[in-house]
């Protein structure tokens, strides 16, 4: 037979020998038969009637000494633009989750399930799908872009779980806030209040302000510039440009602020783009004629990245793993576990991980239940002892009320990443914006 | 003061231009000399960058060392990628090319990952390179820039008179212009193109170890680099050397000049009125792109020293007889829709719910985007990389018709439906006056024209954040929400109404293939010639069918838009376009039944994979991807006639006895 003929011929039942027709009736039959037992059985279960979002939840009544247990889903931007902060999230998230557990103080037991958002909202909330309705959590930390957090922010209002987002920017618990949603991440308005005045009365008064244009760079602008307003009147802005996120090559606004008259230049960036943007500008010889402050200038990743191209940069600081200015107990036992396990200091990132998970689990504690209704009661406004000292979820945003810094950035005596030196602290209740500027009603 | 500044900004421009000048003559001459679109240059860019850390990072290398090694080894990896992957697709459809380039970048992402992490690494430049700056007349050049101006002109001049001066580059422009004779001449030219790819890559490797002395190493590096290097060999002109030199500078002093406050100020001033360049900036080199494709496909330098315009090989579908005959194919058709409609009943009893209400609704509008995308591919030969655009452009105006008119999902949907068919209809008639490879780029550029325009205008779009928190309505005007409407514990209306769409859409989408519309449509991808000369005006159909398949996708993106809850720019992301194609192809073209299948090996391979806690799933499915382009181009739907070819699934299974003995002793076959 030739090939044409064997792909010509249909294949339909009435061919089969008549042997293997009764077979199959027969394994049908039992199939069928086994399938209805089973249907009847699972009657009450049909259409996940049973499970309603949270299975294998004992909810209630933890006042009896029995720890409650959650289950918390860890979404961390493993791959895509985010990446490279992703992983040390995590970890202090694990961590966090660890010393709970490992806490007889408090009486709950966390199951972790890490997932990854690979920095897009899509895949996102296909995780948070995925831990909420097949591992049953109540609870959600993670995300590092904004625009990911916002996205977060409705699942769970939409879900009834609670999360902690770990992007930085004010809408988060401002305009896009709803009562699930508990940030201990510091958010863009508390750096500004610890950058902004420090930076025009001791780096100069001729700013230029350097932003990539989207909603981070331009909320650096607008904070940044109208706290320093507030704070001298000397200000004068000499000018302010605008780049392409993801822009390769800034040459041509050094050129342009280097012929100005700046004193300093605010740089209203992130990421791989702050990085471009001081390397280059080292390379150009920019740094001898005009300082350069960027908010995030002194994460650990962007430090590490730029090596002695960042000696002599400001910089706004969310935590600092040096004990001596950090000098509470649990700042303390959270740097020697972390640097036990992973060798080397943890980052702003890792304690946003550890923060959100130990004032959460507080919050479960205090409610003496897992049901997030009970732990939205008991987390608002709880005053508890965190590695940022004393702090709490504000009451009318749940934002936390986080210490922030200034920060120089020296050249160690080893040479390498460049050292955090924390010039001035701004507390709690002083970084944080008031309630009526936030534009969040809870 | 003026003028130094306009110089100043001029040598910035020629910095950048020359790491752009690297990437796009790698990309060109590959293109020029091998009729391959490779996707995967990004990741050698990135690759290259890594190797350098790599060498630079031991105890005898160094920024020099690894200046030499590390293309070296890039050009070693590029090599192998052409002689085991690549060359099995020669004569086939360029398209075949972008596949597999993209499957590998798939590959590469997650062994850069899995080898070097995911952190930011910091490359240390040269003391020699290090001092303060140069200044000649008022104008600052960084020794790094110097390095970079003057190393990469070396570089292109030397790779302009291989080309031009030597044996090799001629025979390989001769093998470019006419394989078969060169091998006549008793030449190996396979043997070159090997060389010739390798070579490309060294050079993508290059512009990314410079950029890693001016920038940052990060694994995502190559996705910043791939769209603004095809966008300057478009230019250039594809495949030619001189263009993408012409092309890269170029684009680099034009920006350069254009981001400058001081120079934009002068020119304002004198020449322009109130134009917001700063806000053009992304869109004017998609503009420019387009503009080119459209007036002078060629680019500058077009019809230039290498092009083989013929070699189009065939698109190859999953179309034709399978094993199955008709009616049992229409029988399996109303099972798999049954089955999908009970799916839900078993949640929670036998299975989570997260597998149906997450799982299977991705699925199937996944499914429906890429039966959009197979009307198109499948049936007229058109294989747009821009897809992306109608679905955003649905997922887009459903929301705003939400926010502005009335919530009601089943207008918003048609609202997202009407625009985009309007879009396709305009998109469609400036890109199908073109073909191949050139329609390729000019739909992507519209797609990314459409990215940067909802990431700029955050007042209307939501910028980068998007939009979040609407509540669509089952009714007119008022009704039970989408996403609240629950018909039995947590089985949700909103399945259905996914798995209507998607059902429907197959039928109109098969209801028009059966038409007469539908016959002329196949016949323009069987003979596109012989429909011309049969009297059928073939882009008027092709335009059409642009059309169908564009309203299709934008019911798909209003969908995946209900199922999130949110739209962002993510729905415009070009990655998602290679997806769809993937997608396309892994279930089998030209049978629209067969993306669907495509949609949900792919979505089932990826979670199965994160069931087991494998986080380089990507990297598994751009394997599997790859081993489909060679070896099962015909995709899923055509395995069971491979199969039964291959083995013979002859009379029930058991072999034939022949019935006359004569048979056996003649001779043929």
Redesign the interface.
Known sequence: MSPDDKRRRGRSLSDRPVGRRSLLRAVGGTGVAGLTTGLAGCLGDLGGQGSDGDDGEDGGDGGDGDDISITYGILSPMSGSYSSLGPNQRRGARLGIQTVNENDDLNVQIDGAYEDTETSQEPALQAADRVVQNEGADFLMGAISSSVAIGLNNFAADNEVIYNPGGAAVPITGSECNEYVFRAETNTAQIAEAVAGYTVNNLGTNVWFHIADYTYGESVLSRVRSRMEEENSNLNVVGVSRSELGAGSYDTYISDIRSSDADVAVLGMTGGDLVTFVNQADSAGLKSSVTLMGPTMTFQSVRNALGPAAYGTYGGVRYTADTDELDNAQNEDFVSAYTDEHDSPPDNFARVGYQSVLMTARGVHEAGSSDPQDVIDALGGLEMDTILGTNRFRECDHQAENPTWMGELTEPSGGGPADVGLISKVEGPDAIPPCEETGCEL | MVLS?LA??VV??L??GM?FVLLAAGLSIIFGVMDVINFTHGELFALGAYFAFAVASTSWGGFWVALVLAPLGVALVGGAIERFTIRPLYGRNPLYHILLTFGLVLIF?DVI?FVW??????Y??PELL?G??FQLFGV?V????AFVLIGGAFVAGVSYLLLERTRFGLIVRAGSMDREMVRHLGIDIDRYYTLVFAYGAMLAALAGIV?AG????????GD??IIPAFVIVVLGGLGSFRGAVVGGLGVGVIQ?LL????VYEALRQDFLPNLPV?DL??LVVFLLMIGVLLVRPQGLFGSPEFHDPSGDGELLTGAG????????RRRLGYAAVGLLALA???????Y???Y???VLV?VMIWALFALSLDFLMGYTGLVPLGHVLFFGAGAYTSVLFVQEVVPSVFLAILAGVVVSAALAWVVGYLSIRVSGVYFAMITLAFAELGYQLV??R?DIFG????I??FDMVYGLGSGPVV?ELT?????HAFYYLVLVSVVGGYLVARRLMRSPFGSVLKSIREAEDRATFLGYDVTVYKRRAFVVSGALASVAGSL?TLH???V?P??L?WLKSGEVIVITLLGGMGTLYGPMIGAGAFFGLKEAL?AFDI?QW?GVLGVVFVLFVIYVPEGLVSVP?QL??RY?F?G?GEPTVDPTPEAETEVDD
């Open positions: 500044a100043q900004q910035n421009g910095v950048v790491v992402k990952d992490g995911t952190s930011r690494k910091f240390q430049t290090s303060q700056p600052f960084p020794q790094y820039s950029i001016r920038s940052t190493i990060e694994p995502a590096m910043s680099v350069s981001r400058s406050d001081v700063p900036e992304g007889d399978g094993v199955l005959a008709d009616d049992t839900p009943i078993g949640m929670g009893a036998f989570p719910v997260y149906v209400n997450s991705l990431f700029k955050a910028g980068e954040n998007g979040s928190g996403g018909l039995l514990g947590e089985i995946a999130n809850g949110a962002s993510s729905s992301a994160l986080e990507r006639s039964s070819d013979d002859g029930g």
